[in-house]
């Protein structure tokens, strides 16, 4: 038997999550002097936000002056498809411009305009060119000049930790337990107040652009302690990831490919994403190929291609062509950008792209089409939280990031999450270490039974001998998310999977691992695999609740939207380790925000 | 001072992990210092040799580089004044290859190549070195390669010398202007080489715009900076290309001098 | 397409282990890390490994694959014949944890030592004005992934453990590098260049260069001009004269 001690550590705030989210969180914590942690899994640096290629959303008008928060308020509704926390979207476009300006007092280099200011990039649903960026690795800027800041300012980071269980006592957070993964040696975080910042879920699907610290850490950790998950039918599709080879499958291509004239083809080679151009978007999107074409070198006279509809439409769009038998050899559409620009401009433009399929693929996007399919990349729903505090619904307890929901409603727009992370960062970050101050004269106290069970429950899957293998139940788990919970559902596929999730969790029940603690991977897994399955359940639950389709949720059985579910959230909550959803209706947004809605477009 | 075990203080130093081999590269990783021991061994006999010949050197209106500036009397038609006094056994051409040898030497590049295929240090990417201790350029005599850049100064006056000889090239035997021999082209590429080589220089490099904080403050310097930058990205090829110059160079005077060939004449 | 690989992996850790032989099945287009993964998916378990993004972009998978430092992502299985081992280890300059885990806090220590980003003030408006061209040097090596790579492959400390103590590596020298052209920056690294980090202990021998999965020009980019802009602080006699009679201040 291992020894019993478990290393202690007291604090004001811990955060959980090193992404720009967990940095930017204890940055501020910090600077609010309170005595700060972060925590995460892997090494300082890593985190998803890395792998951020686009930009950041910001209304800085620095390429279009007549660009302001409002415009960029409305714009995140309606790419939310109103389901948006509107204080969440207003506080988010108005602060997002400050937030992207201190990065580089921090040290920060984006590229720049003529005029020497911070230059803006378009995306999809913006409607002015308002995406800070460098080149195409703007998360690694973001996570590098965060992760400076952090080192400079000295707060202690530890790396390669998980966080397996919240701790509270009378339903206030009194810290973290967790495992060094290193060494396998537990350790408790003591304090106050907790940041989740742990981000997505990607990892319980197949095909996917996230990587393995998507397990839906934070939101099944932050349900057991009693809070809220909100939102969480709605997972974006990203319409175009990489389908072969295999080992590459759901690898993001950049939404910029089209942006800079790559378009949609089937096997017969028709652009066919002119047949898909949904009601509420005809208006301003060109409805044949000469309009479309005459865009890319003037957007007044001209409108969008159909290419650049919103995520969703597209993601949907080429779901449909394979289905019916158009699709590509390897199971997706093809993304032409060699036929439409010269090999220099497309080097120069897509850089990363352009290695990525040399290296990867072996193709040379600059003759050859490429294969794209969706993939799945990013979760709307998540922990419900409070929008000017960030503070979830047990004392204590915060989210930002990827793992909080309500910022994005039903839809994200391409780089408002790297915004999104910087705004309620720094709001958690303050308010979490307001509310530590506040318990200064009464420190959280963990019990020792509470460490001995939590040390209980993580180990069980080694001592158990000849159980279930936790790499097996994972695939069958991404296999059930990826085919029954994908881009297109219907209530009977969905109870399919809820069944199969049901049975999955029996069977986690009798996981076992070979090998000891140190470095364990299987071990890891087997620990990750509960939060898997809590959050598939809940992604599940609430589709299955939602009888319309909106965003990031298509229901073949009901393949509108309609105004009812559009007042309404489906809230999650667990007891006992079962979910269960109410019905919610949706905060009501006020006058003034709700007349930016009236103008036209 | 040299072991070939592998080293106790390197891959071997307790707590990496226990690996026999010294390295387990499958390719053949000791081909590219080979060539470049072998090579430059070639390059120093032959200059050996020729630095002690002291003959040879020069046939109207050629004369060859290692041997320029002319600073002794046999080289008529030269307009340089005859410096040169000095002890028999040392010839002009001592003195001058100190020069154009210290240049080399401090290059980034050759130090590069030296200190991999001679010095072993490394042999090769992730091929343990043979030394025990290793201090790198931080001390005497290493630390003097700091002064690359006064070599590089120096190396300049003897590219313009040699670029006037190679004018001179243009005249005949008879000091008259207007002729061109398969000799003036050589002169001419060798010293055009010897430019290429200096100005894609890492010192250059940094004396030219690298140093400035602000390039858009300095927009002339910055043009230059591109320029310099663009070339420096060749500057092994110019160093081995402008070496090979330099010794065919000297190969053919001497083919001249020894009346083993004759110099064609364009016009 | 399919094949069975002949696959040698280094188990083990601090204590010992040693090289171990594997058949595993690798389908085309796959890279080691694919492989890596079905070995602990079908036979090793436990077989430690790090990696997050499996797309180059987050620096997490190095390892030596046939005694070259590379990323466990970016190997395609491809590169090798059907019939030749391939064998895995982890990166040799660095303590190993685990099989092919390592610690490799040596390169955060140094982070954390390097003195930080020193910002002038915004200009009166609240922004703060850059130039293109004048943040392009410095945005070359910010595309720094931390694989750390570099540190591993460079001999200065890779052969000769008691370097680690007074030489920062290549990736946190180019940081220097990068600091001391950022056009914010207000700091002079020179000096601590040389005497802290051991800028001297490089002897440009670009293995740094040649690993680096970012195609970053380590040596040629920032180390050659961290070197010659020491020298024009430490080394040239000129400048050094020049502060002497108190005619030029250093620059
Ligand atoms: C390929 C790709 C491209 C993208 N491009 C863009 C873009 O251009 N613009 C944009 O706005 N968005 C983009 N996104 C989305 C955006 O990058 C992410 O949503 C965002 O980075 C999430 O940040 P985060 O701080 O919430 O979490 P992350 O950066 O994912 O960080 C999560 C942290 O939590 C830690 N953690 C998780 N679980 C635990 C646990 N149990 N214990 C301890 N620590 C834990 C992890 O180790 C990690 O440090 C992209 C996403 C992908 C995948
Ligand atoms: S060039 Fe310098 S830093 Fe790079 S590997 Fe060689 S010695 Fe190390
Ligand atoms: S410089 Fe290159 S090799 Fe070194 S850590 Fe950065 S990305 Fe890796
Ligand atoms: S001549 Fe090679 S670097 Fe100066
Ligand atoms: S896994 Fe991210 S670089 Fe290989």
Redesign the pocket.
């Known amino acids: 038997m291992a020894d019993q001690a478990v290393e202690k550590h007291f604090y004001d705030v811990v955060v959980v999550g090193a992404g720009g989210a967990g940095l930017r969180a204890a940055i501020e914590a910090h600077e609010q002097g309170a005595r700060t942690a972060i925590v995460c899994k892997s090494l300082l640096g890593k985190a998803h936000t890395v792998m951020a290629e686009g930009g950041i959303a910001a209304s800085m008008g620095n390429v279009y002056a007549e660009d302001n928060w409002r415009v960029h308020f409305r714009d995140t509704m309606r790419g939310g498809k109103m389901l948006n926390h509107w204080r969440m979207a207003q506080l988010h476009a108005q602060e997002a411009p400050d937030r992207v300006r201190e990065l580089e007092d921090w040290g920060a280099l984006f590229d720049r305009t003529a005029a020497g200011l911070i230059s803006q990039r378009d995306f999809g649903g913006h409607r002015f060119a308002r995406l800070a960026h460098v080149g195409d690795r703007t998360g690694l800027e973001l996570i590098r000049t965060l992760q400076q800041r952090v080192v400079q300012l000295g707060i202690d980071v530890f790396m390669e930790c998980t966080v397996t269980k919240l701790l509270t006592t009378d339903d206030a957070m009194v810290g973290a337990f967790g495992y060094r993964r290193e060494s396998g040696e537990f350790i408790v975080w003591q304090a106050p107040s907790v940041i989740l910042a742990t981000g997505g879920i990607g990892k319980a699907f197949k095909v996917t652009s996230n990587s393995w610290e998507y397990s839906g850490d934070g939101h099944a950790l932050a349900l057991r302690a009693g809070a809220t998950l909100v939102n969480m039918e709605f997972v974006q599709f990203h319409p175009t990831g990489m389908v072969w080879p295999l080992s590459v499958k759901g690898l993001l291509i950049t939404e910029s490919v089209r942006g800079e004239g790559g378009v949609l083809k089937n096997s017969e080679g028709k652009r066919f994403m002119f047949d898909y151009i949904p009601e509420f978007f005809k208006a301003e999107t060109a409805d044949n190929e000469e309009e479309a074409d005459r865009w890319y070198d003037d957007h007044t006279n001209n409108r969008r291609p159909p290419e650049l509809l919103p995520r969703d439409e597209v993601a949907r769009a080429i779901n449909s062509e394979v289905k019916a038998g158009r699709g590509s050899p390897h199971g997706g559409v093809f993304l032409d950008i060699a036929s439409r620009r010269t090999p220099e401009d497309i080097k120069k433009r897509l850089p990363s792209m352009y290695h990525q399929f040399k290296e990867l693929a072996e193709v040379d996007i600059t003759k050859e089409p490429m294969e794209v399919g969706p993939t799945c990349h990013y979760v709307m729903g998540g922990v419900e939280v409070d929008p000017d505090t960030a503070a979830a619904k047990i004392r204590g307890l915060y989210a930002a990031g990827e793992v909080a929901g309500g910022m994005h409603g039903s839809n994200r727009l391409g780089g408002n999450s790297l915004s999104d992370l910087l705004v309620f960062g720094r709001r958690a970050g303050a308010s979490a270490a307001l509310y530590a101050a506040e318990k200064k004269a009464t420190p959280p106290e963990v019990t020792d039974d509470a460490l001995a069970q939590a040390r209980q429950e993580a180990l069980a899957p080694l001592e158990r001998q000849g159980g279930e293998n936790p790499y097996a139940i994972h695939a069958e788990l991404q296999n059930t998310m990826n085919d029954l919970v994908g881009i297109i559902r219907t209530a009977g596929e969905l109870q399919q999977a809820l069944d199969k999730v049901a049975a999955l969790k029996a069977r986690i029940a009798n996981l076992s691992v070979e090998g000891k603690r140190r470095y364990n991977p299987g071990w890891h897994l087997a620990l990750d695999l509960p939060n898997m399955l809590t959050v598939s359940e809940c992604v599940a639950k609430a589709a299955l609740e939602r009888q319309e389709s909106r965003g990031g949720h298509t229901r073949d059985d009901f393949p509108k939207p309609t105004p009812e579910w559009g007042a309404l959230n489906l809230i999650c909550s667990s007891s006992d380790g079962a979910v269960s959803l109410t019905r919610q209706p949706l905060p009501q947004m006020p006058d003034e925000l709700a007349t930016l809605f009236q103008e036209t477009t | 001072m040299t072991t070939t075990a592998p080293a106790p203080a390197g891959t071997g130093a307790p707590g990496r992990a226990r690996i026999a081999a010294r390295h387990l590269r499958t390719d053949t990783w000791w081909v590219q210092p080979a060539i470049t021991v072998a090579v430059l061994v070639a390059f120093i006999i032959y200059s050996t040799l020729r630095a002690f010949e002291n003959a040879n050197y020069f046939v109207a209106p050629y004369i060859s580089p290692f041997y320029s500036p002319c600073i002794t009397k046999s080289c008529q038609g030269s307009s340089f004044p005859e410096l040169f006094t000095g002890p028999s056994f040392l010839t002009p051409a001592i003195y001058i290859l100190v020069v154009p040898l210290g240049f080399r030497l401090t290059c980034y590049y050759y130090r590069k190549a030296y200190y991999r295929a001679f010095w072993l240090s490394p042999p090769a990417c992730a091929v343990a070195e043979p030394h025990k201790t290793y201090t790198g350029e931080t001390r005497f005599p290493l630390v003097f390669q700091n002064i690359h850049r006064y070599f590089f100064v120096a190396g300049l006056v003897f590219n313009v010398i040699l670029t006037y000889d190679a004018v001179l090239a243009f005249r005949d035997k008879n000091d008259h202007w207007g002729h061109m021999g398969l000799g003036t082209l050589v002169l001419l590429t060798n010293a055009a080489l010897l430019w290429l080589y200096s100005l894609s220089c890492h010192s250059c490099r940094h004396i030219v715009g690298g140093k400035l904080k602000s390039f858009s403050k300095h927009p002339m310097r910055y043009k230059f900076w591109q320029v310099v930058s663009r070339l420096n990205g060749s500057h092994m090829k110019l160093a081995w290309v402008s070496l090979f110059g330099v010794a065919l160079t000297d190969f053919y005077v001497r083919l001249l001098a020894t009346g083993a060939f004759n110099d064609p004449k364009f016009f | 397409m399919t094949y069975q690989a002949k696959l040698r992996v280094w188990r083990g850790d601090a204590e010992g282990g040693g090289l171990r032989d594997y058949t595993v099945e690798v389908n085309e287009g796959e890279v080691v890390l694919d492989i890596i993964h079905r070995l602990q998916a079908t036979q090793a378990g436990d077989l430690a490994v790090r990696w997050n993004c499996k797309a180059g972009k987050c620096?997490s998978c190095?390892a030596e694959i046939n005694g070259r430092?590379r990323l466990l992502c970016l190997t395609r299985m491809g590169d090798f014949s059907e019939d030749e081992v391939v064998t895995i280890t982890p990166m040799r300059t660095f303590p190993v944890i685990r099989d092919l885990v390592t610690d490799v806090s040596y390169?955060y220590e140094k982070a954390a030592s390097i003195p930080g980003f020193t910002p002038v003030a915004r200009d009166a408006d609240g922004e703060h004005r850059m130039q293109q061209v004048d943040v392009e040097r410095s945005q070359e090596?910010r595309?720094?992934?931390?694989?750390?790579?570099?540190?591993d492959?460079c001999h200065v400390v890779r052969d000769h453990e008691d370097n680690k103590k007074v030489y920062a590596g290549?990736?946190f020298l180019?940081r220097i590098a990068e600091l001391d052209m950022h056009p914010l920056d207000n700091l002079d690294r020179r000096k601590v260049a040389q005497e802290n980090f051991g800028l001297g202990m490089c002897n440009i021998t670009k293995c740094?260069s040649e690993?680096?999965?970012?195609?970053?020009h380590?040596t040629d980019n920032a180390l050659i001009p961290l070197k010659e802009r020491v020298v024009d602080r430490k080394y040239d006699p000129l400048t050094w004269l020049g502060a002497k009679i108190g005619r030029r201040p250093h620059p």
């Open positions: 620096g190095s430092p390169n090596f595309k720094c992934i931390e694989c750390f790579l570099c540190q492959v290549p990736r180019m740094c690993v680096c999965p970012e195609g970053i380590i």
